[in-house]
């Protein structure tokens, strides 16, 4: 079904240079990186949700207070350091000296700008909803920033490392680096700022990234042909094609990615309208087969939180879960059954889906298990109006609330109410306990039907030393070669 693909990926290859066994190209060499997307083109996140080139550019030319080492832990930004006061309702940053592309110093009356604006009710950056939290920002002195915040939050610094808190300037993404970007027409080249303690000369070629913005099977077929180092971002879209593409097993790394990757009710009216027939949908799916179809390792998935985190108890468990394959369709079966008897005719959803080889592998395992149990199902695409639609997110920061409250955009009544209880609690405590019992509600509303963890990889040359795999999937361009960069 998805091999007709391979002569595109060799012949892409043979373009470039060869369509056979990897080998390494030169260790003084620019690191060249494929990000699998769109065009890696600078971008605002206050407008909207960034591709994910737009955000690897991004957090390599504008840091923010903080971000991300390569083992995806928090390292200085903008603030040389920093402390938690109050119990954790207050952080104060002490900015280190950095000066935009210009020349000119960044002050912290731009950093404050910058990120009232990203927190600001209204604000089109996807990290907003997060950021409710936040009481004020302010200019303590020239150099000192603090953060205030209505209740204490112990994660808060894994959300400002993320691209979409980085400080650039007002009407453009520049920013004050680790790296400067000189655009290209079809790639961007980024080379590391110079230390200002230091003479200042031209880098290494080896310290230069030059960063293209592509689809998969350009990205592959550019790394067969060993014309690059790296291929991040890669998803169960795409998965498939390095198979195809014969890529070389101890260049493939697969991230212990956190997040969410599962079926959300968009719609709920008709048969989605009762959560004991959400939950029939939910028994109709074998996880095992479907995960095994597009990686043997890919663990499947039954609840919504991945582990305890920040709540006072364990994951919940839907009721069916102790249930064998068989008894989960046999009573998903009588619901549907039971529904078709009070409403004659077809019973259909439409499932919204990426498309690619690895949406194609989740369709026919989704779509097979519906058909099981008496409904027809439709696929459309992932944007187009749906019953159920995939999510497919990496977690920012360890919070069961965003587990929460990413899984639940769509779901009302109590499940609603306690999610939005979990991010008004006045301590920590009780925080615990109200994500607990929201994690409850969630789980008996069946507004959210788990399948797996995120799957991400990416294709890493082996003179790329310091990548590391990491929760969050992201790996930054200036700590690629050396931790001492």
Known sequence: MIRP???????????????????????????????????????????????????VLLGATAQGLVRFDAGGQIEPGLAERWIVIDEGRSYIFRLRAATWPD??????????????????PGSRNPLAPFLAVIDEIVEMTPQVIEVRLKRPRPDLLKLFAQPELAVFRTGGTAGSGPLRAQAGTRSTLLRPIPDPMQPESAPAPEETVRLFGERASLAIARFQARQSDLVLGGSFVDWPLLAIAGIARDT??????????????????????????????????????????????WTPVENVLPAQLDSAVPPAVPSWQPLSLDARRAAARQRVAAWKAEHPGPLALRIALPAGP???????????????????????????????RLIDAVAPYDSGRWFLATACGGCTGDAATLVDAARDAPDLYNRAHRIAEADAALTADSGYIPIAQPLRWSIVALRLKAWQRNTRAWHPLNHLRNETE
């Open 5 to 55: 693909a391979l002569p595109l990926l060799c012949s892409l290859a043979l373009i470039a240079g060869g369509c056979g066994p990897q080998g390494q190209r030169k260790d003084d060499a620019p690191v060249i990186v494929s990000a699998i997307g769109a065009a890696a083109k600078p971008a605002d996140p206050s407008k909207g949700t960034l591709d994910f080139p737009q955000r």
């Open 103 to 120: 020349g000119a110093p960044v002050t912290a009356t731009q950093v404050v700008a910058v990120l009232r604006r990203a927190a600001a």
């Open 252 to 297: 493939i790394q697969v991230d212990p990615a956190t997040g969410l990757f599962g079926l959300e009710v968009v719609r709920r009216e008709g048969f989605l309208a009762d959560p004991a027939d959400r939950a029939a949908v939910a028994m109709a799916i074998d996880r095992t087969a479907l995960t095994q179809a597009v990686m043997p390792d």
């Open 358 to 388: 690895g949406g194609n592998l989740v369709w026919a395992h989704v779509a097979a298990g519906l058909i099981t149990i008496g409904i027809a199902p439709e696929r459309v695409a992932h944007d187009a109006p749906a019953d159920l």
